[in-house]
């Protein structure tokens, strides 16, 4: 279309596909046209000088609700930004990677649907809900009313997968402050169970493994038939088929290490330990003697753990003369068959295969020191010959210490973006992060969401190979049992109007959270006590359960707000003693850890230093193409 010298000039906003292109006229003050092409596939029809209308009314939401976008998008795509994912994508890695549904994220949305029906608040959490979701903008509420309509739209069988049942089923009655911390309890153990066992209703249902028994000839020898493989990961000298020194990784060999001065630089020195061996050994090496604190839990893998009435035997290593008997909490392997045909022989798998579990709990009043741990099975399998009660053969160790009262730090240092989200040609990233970061008591008891413990970053034109500073500390506190650290981050809209949409959706949920968390933590530790009765002590597990929690409810919720795309989420707990042993010269640094996150990020953490300080370096790809890094620095103070 040509202009003539005497039409106005035209500013045109270009966008990919079927999006519209608005043509809005600059130089006559006193003429303003919106142009719509609509591409049909044949003849284009343009629409010019409209009548002059009114805006529209707009109806409260409750009583006419947004149309339900196509993509899920509540909120509009800001000129210039990037391309979004559609609801489609997000949700597909969550329903892939995620076992247990979010109780946090089907109660804000239970809370929201209520506000919007014009419901009055009915308890204590919705009378703070209620409070933020009042302080929203009508354009807020209308985003918020369009993520609802959204969350209903979606199938059942899926919502159910992601959403808590229990609340996303209530209609448009309450969720109550006894009622979510129930919910929110069972949600973490059985996260908890899955960090443990690798199955989410271990904790709950205890169950034994398979009888497995062989017939000895001579030639054959008396192989044991109750073994130790794995003690908290690490593979034992008991590991079948048997392994050579060679297969060993280094955390799983004994070290020796020193922190010496070289150049004014402190520099970390260790070496494999081959005399004195504090426990086994293999070709003439120390296999490792894990640390474990008083009143903390061991995971035991193995096979023949078919009985649930195990126990766990403690033998002090002399000079020291205490023996303790414990009870053990059993999760027996339902996959592993149990034979298998070899050259035409039927034959018992009774091997490390097989991957029967136990815990057990260190003693809180067990002295210090080395101690020799033998798996006390009764015989219920209905074979008497093999006796009345089998033991676990060698012996492994494991060394108790006291348990730690030290005040720790962590700070973060910077954001480094190795990759941005593709396509890079489109334009630079806008980048949003939240840190909470939740102290976890002694007796399993979470600490409240606080201003002082939640931590937020923006970052706008960040580019492939930038890198910006993030120095501040997230964490720092004594007498804690651990930590549970939730590492949430988004690419979002730089355009002003949507970015503050998106920001403050963002922080009203999180404030919703906040109060949600505070109001019920209290009733989440009484849950700690059946883990500390099921042998959990105060492992890393129950951190990490708390940490997938919210990390998945503010994941899922800003999925439902659209136009943020999810590009780091991370959800890491430390025990006092995982802390310790990080910042103590005594230990070599911890080894390499991947895992991918509930949203499909693959996280790897990677040991940088370790001095006086511990630093590590924790990478993020995204299925978008993106690389970030976070690096984080631990003190003990």
Known sequence: MKRTKDQPKFTTYKESGSRRRDLRARDDPCCEMTIHIHNQGGAVNIYNCPPVVQPPVVEPPTEHPPELP??????????????????????????????????????????????????????????????????????????????????????????????????????????????????????????????VFGEKDCFTEERPGLARFVSFSDDVGNPPLLGICRINGLRTNAFKPRLRLSDYTPDELQQQCTLEVVDDQAKLN???????????QVEGTCLRVIEVAQGQAVTLEGYNFFNID???????????????????????????????????????????????????????????????ITVVL???????????????????????????????????????????TSPSWWGSDEVGIRIIAIPVALDLTPGEITEDNTHNFRFGN?????????????????????????????EVDNEELYEKQIEDLGAAFEEILKSQWSLIATAVGGAAGTLTALA???????????????TLAIDL?????????????????????????????????????????????????????????????????????????????????
């Not at 608040?121 to 919705?126: D, I, S, T």
């Open 557 to 637: 919720a800003f999925a439902y707000f659209g136009r943020a795309d999810l590009i780091i989420e991370d959800a890491a707990a430390f025990t006092a003693l995982d802390l310790a042993t990080r910042l103590s010269p005594n230990f070599p640094l911890p080894p390499v850890l991947e895992f991918t996150s509930a949203g499909g990020v693959d996280v790897k953490v990677e040991p940088v230093s370790k001095d006086v300080q511990y630093i590590e370096r924790r990478k993020y790809d995204g299925d978008d193409g993106s690389e970030y890094h976070i690096t984080l620095r631990y003190n003990r103070l």
């Open 70 to 195: 196509p993509t899920g998008d509540c909120i509009p795509l800001a000129l210039g930004s990037k391309p979004k994912k559609s609801l489609q994508e997000k949700l597909l890695p969550l329903l892939a990677n995620n076992q247990v549904p979010s109780v946090l994220a089907a109660a804000f949305f239970q809370t929201a649907r209520r506000f919007l029906l014009g419901r009055n608040p009915a308890n204590a959490l919705e009378t703070t809900a209620f409070g933020v979701l009042q302080k929203l903008s009508p354009d807020l509420r209308r985003v918020l009313a369009c993520s609802l309509q959204v969350f209903d739209a979606v199938p059942s069988e899926i919502r159910g997968q992601l959403f808590a049942p229990e609340i996303s089923g209530l209609g448009d009655q309450p969720v109550g402050p006894s009622q979510l911390a129930e919910l929110v309890s069972r949600e973490l153990l059985q996260r908890a169970s899955l960090e």
């Open 536 to 550: 959990l002590g105060i492992s890393s597990a129950w951190g990490t359960a708390i940490a997938v929690a919210i």
């Open 462 to 490: 960040v580019d492939s190979g930038d890198d910006r500073d993030m120095s501040r500390v997230i964490f720092q506190q004594s007498g804690v049992g651990g930590v549970a650290l939730s590492i949430i981050g988004f």
């Open 378 to 420: 009764p015989n219920n399998s209905g074979n008497p010959g093999f006796g009345a009660v089998l033991e676990s053969f060698p012996q492994q160790f494991i060394q108790v210490v006291p348990s730690v009262t030290a005040t720790f730090q962590i700070a973060t240092e910077r954001l480094d973006a190795v990759d941005e």
């Open 270 to 280: 260790c070496r494999v330990q081959t005399e004195n061996c504090p426990g086994n």
């Open 310 to 372: 195990a126990r766990v035997r403690l033998e002090a290593k002399p000079p020291g003369t205490v023996t303790r008997e414990v009870d053990a909490h059993v999760c027996g392997d339902e996959t592993t068959p149990l034979t298998e045909i070899v050259d035409g022989v039927e034959l018992v798998i009774l091997d490390c295969r097989v991957q029967d579990q136990m815990i057990f709990r260190v003693p809180e009043d067990l002295p210090e020191g080395i101690y020799g």
